[in-house]
């Protein structure tokens, strides 16, 4: 009779599952070695950030730029005599002319009175550089077709200079000029305060011009 031999079973719970080798991916290094990766991925842009936050705090501060200057800045204005003429004048502009000066404003717009070297009685001058007003001079001769302006009921004939406009009154018992810089632009828009003096101190007088409108 065959004698029969029966192998021995192996308990199932005996049997160890292999280990996955070390270095494939689904290996415990691989899994280690992704962690380090996000947790570098992290950390690098915060180590970044708290370096620049350092670097700032110890970065000396700038010096504060110096202000430009304002180009609208007043600049120091002269307070010195103007010099002009004096020339001496008949009894009747002289009276004129006394009553006039002693009328005038103290400024005109934003320009305050300036002393003059000779003959306050009948000359004045307001700001830097001066606009000069001289009264008692002779009217100019016009052409028929000049050019004449009528600013508060004063009426003013203008010759353009290189560096000035000269006003002079054309409608007025004795002349008045008025001498603008041209710094202060359109000389027209200066003598308002002055005809309104004129009107009040020197009667009208001699030929009228026919553009002259009151």
Same mark, same amino acid.
């Given at each position: 009779?065959?004698?029969?031999?029966?192998?021995?079973?192996?308990?199932?719970?005996?049997?160890?599952?292999?280990?996955?080798?070390?270095?494939?991916?689904?290996?415990?290094?691989?899994?280690?070695?992704?962690?380090?990766?996000?947790?570098?991925?992290?950390?690098?842009?915060?180590?970044?950030?708290?370096?620049?936050?350092?670097?700032?705090?110890?970065?000396?501060?700038?010096?504060?730029?110096?202000?430009?200057?304002?180009?609208?800045?007043?600049?120091?204005?002269?307070?010195?005599?103007?010099?002009?003429?004096?020339?001496?004048?008949?009894?009747?502009?002289?009276?004129?002319?006394?009553?006039?000066?002693?009328?005038?404003?103290?400024?005109?717009? $934003?320009?305050?009175?300036?002393?003059?070297?000779?003959?306050?009685?009948?000359?004045?001058?307001?700001?830097?550089?001066?606009?000069?007003?001289?009264?008692?001079?002779?009217?100019?001769?016009?052409?028929?077709?000049? $050019?004449?302006?009528?600013?508060?009921?004063?009426?003013?004939?203008? $010759?353009?200079?290189? $560096?000035?406009?000269?006003?002079?009154?054309?409608?007025?018992?004795?002349?008045?000029?008025?001498?603008?810089?041209?710094?202060?632009?359109?000389?027209?828009?200066?003598?308002?305060?002055?005809?309104?003096?004129?009107?009040?101190?020197?009667?009208?007088?001699?030929?009228?011009?026919?553009?002259?409108?009151?």
């Amino acid at each position: 009779m065959d004698k029969i031999t029966q192998s021995p079973v192996e308990d199932p719970a005996d049997e160890q599952p292999d280990e996955a080798p070390a270095n494939t991916p689904g290996g415990r290094d691989g899994t280690n070695r992704r962690a380090a990766l996000i947790a570098t991925a992290i950390a690098l842009p915060i180590t970044l950030l708290v370096a620049v936050l350092v670097l700032v705090q110890l970065a000396p501060d700038a010096p504060a730029p110096e202000p430009s200057p304002s180009a609208t800045a007043a600049r120091p204005q002269s307070t010195a005599p103007v010099e002009m003429a004096a020339p001496a004048l008949a009894a009747r502009p002289a009276t004129l002319c006394r009553a006039l000066l002693s009328q005038l404003p103290p400024t005109v717009r $934003d320009l305050p009175q300036r002393p003059v070297t000779a003959g306050p009685e009948q000359n004045a001058a307001y700001g830097d550089p001066a606009i000069s007003l001289a009264c008692g001079g002779a009217e100019p001769a016009l052409p028929p077709t000049s $050019d004449v302006y009528s600013v508060n009921k004063v009426c003013w004939y203008a $010759d353009e200079q290189p $560096d000035a406009t000269v006003l002079t009154t054309v409608d007025r018992e004795t002349a008045i000029t008025v001498r603008v810089p041209r710094e202060y632009g359109a000389a027209l828009q200066w003598v308002p305060p002055i005809s309104d003096t004129i009107v009040a101190a020197v009667p009208s007088g001699g030929d009228i011009p026919a553009g002259c409108s009151r």
